[in-house]
């Protein structure tokens, strides 16, 4: 059975399964640690609850900071040293820093440590990267959608294996196991992916950080694409300090707001994952840009659902067809930059994505906290509604045709 379902597999396809399982070990690991990183800080010293928050904010921040300002670099070199070497790097380094996690005596050697994950780590762009090494031009929305998937797996179950594991095995003991999970990562590319594309060694002006960094602002359409991925990033980031308040608001009381909230964030990302690749398929078929266009048109339409939402049930309505549309978009977009890019600058590219999408998740909770102080709760959903309506827009107007010269036969 073994060999007959080897010979249905391509090679690409294996490699395929075991960059999702990697990259699925890895999302988990990290955000296995959100649920008690404030309970963490506490264990460590700090008693202030005031002084918990902040160190939990500081926490958070400086690892997303870090990896935004790094993430071009490891791009570069990904595209000079070769994409799986970055991945290696990016799932053991994580698994040194995460179980040395465990190992600290205070808050601010995990400052440090979180400083370093940020700076080391960085998995979803550099499997990105590497997947559109061995995977077929045809067959790139598909890919990338399965790895969407993967990430959305991740951060799903990720919470719920490190609150389960904490309650059992302690903070430290958690932390330990997500260094596993990321070891694993690491072993499953090493020994269950071949890249295909040479890196590339140019010693010329334009192989260089500044000239790669230079040849790719100079192409409007692919800097087009990361803005409008950033600003889904920041539109997604907007409702995040207001939804549980919101919440609260339509219940009309403060029990179960946490379950409440937990099922919508849940439910969305069940429905992003599935949508991830049925619409990566999809786009191989039908092309990247008109989904992506619709993909922003239905994500701002559902997230006015939201605003609109008069009791809970809408609400969780809305949320599923956002989530449908949000698992849509990311495959269509990332699809449209490998196909913009030519071999050579493909992983710097993913790397400046993934510093603007970093940049736009700092950005969005500080609109949406200013736009529902300002205007209410339902305000930050109506900036992000006509944030996506923007984008879909600019989408249409800003990006050209850009699908594989060829489409495979169903």
């Not at 002006?205 to 692919?222: C, E, F, R, W």
């Not at 694409?225 to 300090?241: E, H, R």
Request: charged share 10%; aromatic share 10%; proline share 4%.
């Amino acid at each position: 059975m073994r060999l007959a379902l080897r010979r249905r597999l391509t090679t690409w396809q294996i490699y395929l399964i075991a960059a999702w399982i990697a990259q699925f070990f890895a999302i988990a690991g990290f955000s296995a640690v959100f649920p008690f990183l404030p309970f963490y800080i506490r264990e460590l010293g700090v008693t202030d609850p005031e002084q918990i928050t902040l160190w939990a904010g500081m926490l958070t921040s400086t690892s997303a900071i870090a990896m935004a300002l790094i993430a071009p670099f490891w791009g570069w070199i990904a595209d000079r040293r070769g994409r799986k070497l970055m991945v290696v790097r990016a799932t053991f380094g994580g698994s040194i820093v995460m179980t040395a996690m465990a190992l600290v005596t205070n808050v601010q050697q995990l400052f440090i440590l979180r400083l370093l994950q940020g700076l080391l780590t960085g998995t979803i762009s550099a499997f990105m990267a590497l997947v559109t090494s061995f995977v077929p031009e045809t067959e790139a929305g598909f890919a990338l959608g399965m790895m969407q998937m993967a990430v959305y797996a991740g951060n799903t179950l990720g919470p719920l294996i490190g609150g389960f594991a904490a309650d059992h095995l302690g903070y430290r003991g958690t932390f330990v196991l997500t260094g596993v999970f990321l070891f694993l990562a690491g072993i499953l590319t090493v020994l269950g992916i071949k890249e295909s594309t040479r890196p590339s060694k140019s010693s010329s002006p334009q192989g260089t950080l500044i000239g790669q960094a230079s040849a790719i602002v100079h192409q409007p359409q692919i800097i087009a694409v990361m803005l409008i991925i950033g600003g889904f990033y920041t539109a997604s980031a907007i409702t995040v300090p207001t939804l549980p308040l919101f919440v609260e608001s339509l219940l009309g009381s403060a029990a179960l707001v946490n379950t409440n909230t937990g099922t919508i964030y849940g439910l969305r990302a069940l429905t992003s994952a599935l949508a991830a690749g049925f619409i990566g398929r999809l786009a191989d078929r039908l092309g990247s840009r008109p989904l992506m266009i619709l993909s922003l048109a239905g994500a701002a339409v559902a997230l006015a659902g939201h605003a609109l939402a008069p009791n809970y049930a809408v609400l969780v309505l809305s949320s599923l067809a956002a989530g449908l549309f949000i698992g849509g978009l990311l495959p269509c977009a990332n699809a449209i930059l490998a196909r913009l890019s030519s071999a050579d600058q493909r992983g710097m590219i993913f790397g400046f994505s993934s510093s603007i999408n970093a940049l736009g998740n700092a950005i969005g909770p500080m609109l949406g906290a200013s736009a529902a102080s300002a205007w209410g709760l339902r305000a930050s959903f109506w900036l992000a509604a006509g944030l996506l309506g923007a984008l879909s827009a600019w989408a249409g107007a800003a990006v050209r045709r850009a699908d594989p010269p060829s489409r495979p036969t169903i």
